[in-house]
């Protein structure tokens, strides 16, 4: 059933480039826990203990708020065809934004989608595999292309404009800094 792991295996790693889902969970102390749904090919398995990943514009920002004040998160894989497998990595996380100095180095790893705001550089320290027996068989379809769609049709320039708005605080008040602290739109609100 359960196992535990200090490391990503070559088994672990052929697993997670086989998931077309992943999900992210995070939280500061105070705030409500965070648990986010991705795909869109946007994690990379760098090393046995570090994975990245490619965060695109969405709704709201709060794991690169939670990270900021409590590095914590959970990755967590299940497999929805062939053999049942959940696969959950912990680890610190830090969040890279556009304006970072790292950000040339890791966004090299990805095809840059439209609306690219962070990527999040994760230290695994623990891996668990657990048995997923009770998670149904789902199909896979194919990638939705409305996020895509709609940062393309926005724009860099209203995309921005859209992280000022909607993404510089988490629910819970938590500044996100997606702007750097010099930038005129640095936690201003419209």
């Not at 049942?84 to 556009?98: E, M, N, S």
């Not at 304006?99 to 623990?126: C, K, M």
């Not at 049709?153 to 819970?172: A, T, V």
């Amino acid at each position: 059933m359960g196992k535990q792991f200090t490391e990503i295996s070559d088994k672990h790693q052929v697993f997670i480039q086989q998931q077309k889902l992943f999900f992210v969970a995070t939280a500061a102390a105070d705030s409500r826990v965070n648990v986010s749904p991705k795909g869109m090919d946007t994690l990379k398995v760098l090393s046995p203990n570090r994975v990245i990943w490619l965060n695109v514009t969405g709704s709201g920002n709060e794991t690169a708020a939670h990270v900021q004040v409590s590095p914590r998160m959970t990755i967590m894989f299940a497999a929805f065809e062939g053999n049942p497998l959940i696969l959950r990595l912990y680890g610190q996380a830090k969040v890279v934004h556009r304006y970072d100095e790292a950000w040339a180095t890791l966004s090299s790893h990805f095809t840059l989608l439209p609306g690219a705001r962070q990527i999040f550089d994760v230290n695994i320290d623990y891996v668990q595999q657990s048995c997923g027996m009770s998670v149904p068989f789902f199909s896979y379809q194919g990638e939705r292309d409305q996020l895509i769609e709609w940062a393309e049709k926005k724009g860099p320039e209203k995309i921005e404009e859209y992280w000022q708005q909607k993404n510089q605080f988490s629910l819970d008040g938590l500044p996100t800094q997606i702007f750097p602290a010099n930038d005129d739109r640095h936690n201003e609100t419209s």
